[in-house]
């Protein structure tokens, strides 16, 4: 029987161990934290359990896959709720509020009151989005990439124009949509891909087909259900699961992996090693330098997702002008992803996402109270004292009152956290405290992203959103699956029907 050494619980990391153990490895999983799950974290505080990382519960069919891999189902794991509306957006400067209810005649009859004639074009854009999400599922994110004919096939060729994977995300949506608006509506969900939709490759609005056709979800009990449900699969199939065991090194002899050193002085040998750790750590700092596929210089070029600026709040009342998840847009929304990735710095207007779970699920909040995770997407690499924390907080919750109808909030705050840059780069080794990991630049994308194999060390391959196929929690379940196929010769560009 093979061993395999996974280092790292996130979702990538457990999927892995999961899918390995299924096929007959003896996994054992490392994890430097407390808690399995990655970003994927939870915490709770005076009653409030709060989801730390990742809320939006999106593309249930590649979760259906995986679990389906797993010979499990969904739904005797999670207690699936559709969410409707699925989410609500707020506008600077304007009290109209915008509900998407994933309904199309619902959300084409909004989008008409807003531009004209727009509901058909709608129409005609989740077509478009529902085909690239069909042909990305079916021929691109499911394939491993090792050489450039392997991204520019023949579908690719004969199809490019209609795949749109050369164009840029926000001329194509102004091919539709005329009013800002609807093209922040539409451009939002760059966001989750960690990049600016000035910059990235219009074949990602295939994301609009996951929540306006697909919907958006919510897993009673709170997302990090998802994470125990992975974490019992993966122990059921046999996997060893060790949490507050971080990593020192990878053991490599003669070129090959054969373990891993733990900073307590254990060693665990194996066969093979995947990490799910950040993969500019686990290159850096886990590897020794002759080992390393990346240079530091690689790493220095790169473009990195935001970083977050967090608050976990406790609010002494419900918040009746909020639903599950809220979108706030700034006005100058050229100008806001300028601050993030141009010119970084604390954005003077920023967009922000506030998730009020306790609107659908009371167990995350005590009997009348109010949950509420907020988060503004900040440049990764900046420095902020505490000081500035705070009045960034006070800031933020400022403008929540004003432009949300949460008069009276910061009055009914009784417990924050606050959650940044050196957070993340705490808890998870994220290069330069990013919240995500790579950009989706169109040259951080599929070829053009880090393989999931070292070219250094035989036996040491990657899964996690640094790899492909990317960003996104049941992305980085793919990625497992990648993993997979890579270990295993496999080279069919769709999803396994079995293992």
Same mark, same amino acid.
């Given at each position: 029987?093979?061993? #395999?050494?996974?280092?790292?619980?996130?979702?990538?990391?457990?999927?892995?161990?999961?899918?390995?153990?299924?096929?007959?490895?003896?996994?054992? #999983?490392?994890?430097?934290?407390?808690?399995?799950?990655?970003?994927?974290?939870?915490?709770?505080?005076?009653?409030?359990?709060?989801?730390?990382?990742?809320?939006?519960?999106?593309?249930?069919?590649?979760?259906?896959?995986?679990?389906?891999?797993?010979?499990?189902?969904?739904?005797?794991?999670?207690?699936?709720?559709?969410?409707?509306?699925?989410?609500?957006?707020?506008?600077?400067?304007?009290?109209?509020?915008?509900?998407?209810?994933?309904?199309?005649?619902?959300?084409?009859?909004?989008?008409?009151?807003?531009?004209?004639?727009?509901?058909?074009?709608?129409?005609?854009?989740?077509?478009?989005?529902?085909?690239?999400?069909?042909?990305?599922?079916?021929?691109?994110?499911?394939?491993?990439?090792?050489?450039?004919?392997?991204?520019?096939?023949?579908?690719?060729?004969?199809?490019?124009?209609?795949?749109?994977?050369?164009?840029?995300?926000?001329?194509?949506?102004?091919?539709?949509?005329?009013?800002?608006?609807?093209?922040?509506?539409?451009?939002?969900?760059?966001?989750?891909?960690?990049?600016?939709?000035?910059?990235?490759?219009?074949?990602?609005?295939?994301?609009?087909?996951?929540?306006?056709?697909?919907?958006?979800?919510?897993?009673?009990?709170?997302?990090?259900?998802?994470?125990?449900?992975?974490?019992?699969?993966?122990?059921?199939?046999?996997?060893?699961?060790?949490?507050?065991?971080?990593?020192?090194?990878?053991?490599?002899?003669?070129?090959?992996?054969?373990?891993?050193?733990?900073?307590?002085?254990?060693?665990?040998?194996?066969?093979?090693?995947?990490?799910?750790?950040?993969?500019?750590? +686990?290159?850096?700092?886990?590897?020794?330098?002759?080992?390393?596929?990346?240079?530091?210089?690689?790493?220095?070029?790169?473009?990195?997702?935001?970083?977050?600026?967090?608050?976990?709040?406790?609010?002494?009342?419900?918040?009746?002008?909020?639903?599950?998840?809220?979108?706030?847009?700034?006005?100058?929304?050229?100008?806001?992803?300028?601050?993030?990735?141009?010119?970084?710095?604390?954005?003077?207007?920023?967009?922000?996402?506030?998730?009020?779970?306790?609107?659908?699920?009371?167990?995350?909040?005590?009997?009348?109270?109010?949950?509420?995770?907020?988060? @503004?997407?900040?440049?990764?690499?900046?420095?902020?004292?505490?000081?500035?924390?705070?009045?960034?907080?006070?800031? @933020?919750?400022?403008?929540?009152?004003?432009?949300?109808?949460?008069?009276?909030?910061?009055?009914?705050?009784?417990?924050?956290?606050?959650?940044?840059?050196?957070?993340?780069?705490?808890?998870?080794?994220?290069?330069?405290?990013?919240?995500?990991?790579?950009?989706? +630049?169109?040259?951080? +994308?599929?070829?053009?992203?880090?393989?999931?194999?070292?070219?250094?060390?035989?036996?040491?391959?990657?899964?996690?959103?640094?790899?492909?196929?990317?960003?996104?929690?049941?992305?980085? #379940?793919?990625?497992?699956?990648?993993?997979?196929?890579?270990?295993?010769?496999?080279?069919?560009?769709?999803?396994?029907?079995?293992?």
């Amino acid at each position: 029987m093979s061993k #395999l050494v996974v280092i790292g619980g996130g979702i990538g990391g457990l999927g892995a161990a999961g899918l390995f153990a299924r096929k007959g490895y003896d996994v054992t #999983l490392v994890e430097k934290n407390a808690n399995l799950g990655g970003r994927a974290n939870i915490f709770e505080s005076d009653g409030f359990k709060f989801d730390m990382g990742p809320s939006w519960y999106l593309a249930p069919d590649i979760f259906e896959h995986f679990f389906r891999l797993m010979g499990e189902r969904v739904e005797d794991h999670l207690d699936l709720v559709k969410l409707s509306p699925s989410y609500r957006i707020f506008f600077r400067h304007d009290p109209d509020r915008l509900d998407i209810h994933s309904d199309i005649e619902r959300d084409a009859a909004a989008f008409d009151a807003i531009e004209p004639g727009s509901g058909e074009k709608l129409r005609a854009y989740l077509k478009q989005s529902e085909y690239q999400y069909g042909v990305a599922t079916e021929h691109f994110m499911f394939k491993n990439y090792d050489r450039i004919w392997d991204f520019l096939n023949k579908r690719v060729a004969t199809e490019g124009q209609k795949l749109s994977v050369f164009s840029k995300m926000h001329n194509f949506v102004s091919r539709f949509f005329k009013t800002k608006k609807l093209q922040q509506v539409m451009e939002y969900t760059m966001v989750f891909l960690g990049t600016s939709p000035y910059e990235a490759p219009a074949l990602y609005n295939l994301m609009s087909h996951m929540d306006f056709n697909q919907g958006v979800f919510y897993p009673q009990g709170g997302f990090y259900e998802l994470i125990k449900a992975l974490t019992n699969i993966a122990e059921k199939n046999g996997a060893t699961l060790l949490t507050s065991s971080p990593v020192k090194r990878i053991i490599v002899e003669n070129g090959n992996a054969r373990g891993v050193e733990l900073a307590s002085g254990e060693v665990i040998e194996a066969d093979l090693v995947i990490s799910n750790a950040d993969m500019e750590h +686990t290159e850096s700092r886990l590897l020794d330098n002759g080992h390393r596929t990346f240079t530091e210089r690689y790493w220095r070029k790169r473009v990195m997702a935001p970083s977050a600026f967090i608050m976990y709040l406790g609010v002494s009342e419900k918040m009746p002008a909020l639903i599950h998840h809220n979108l706030l847009f700034s006005e100058d929304w050229r100008r806001n992803f300028s601050e993030i990735y141009d010119d970084p710095r604390l954005p003077d207007e920023p967009s922000l996402y506030v998730c009020a779970p306790s609107v659908t699920d009371p167990s995350v909040a005590p009997k009348g109270k109010e949950n509420l995770f907020v988060l @503004v997407p900040i440049a990764s690499g900046l420095e902020i004292n505490e000081d500035e924390k705070e009045r960034y907080a006070d800031r @933020v919750l400022a403008l929540m009152e004003e432009e949300m109808g949460l008069t009276g909030l910061r009055q009914k705050i009784e417990y924050k956290r606050i959650y940044t840059v050196e957070n993340f780069a705490a808890d998870y080794n994220a290069y330069r405290g990013s919240a995500l990991g790579l950009a989706h +630049t169109l040259m951080q +994308t599929a070829i053009f992203r880090p393989k999931n194999f070292s070219k250094k060390v035989k036996g040491l391959y990657y899964v996690g959103a640094g790899t492909n196929p990317g960003i996104g929690t049941q992305i980085c #379940l793919i990625s497992a699956e990648l993993a997979y196929k890579r270990v295993h010769g496999i080279t069919s560009p769709g999803p396994l029907s079995q293992l």
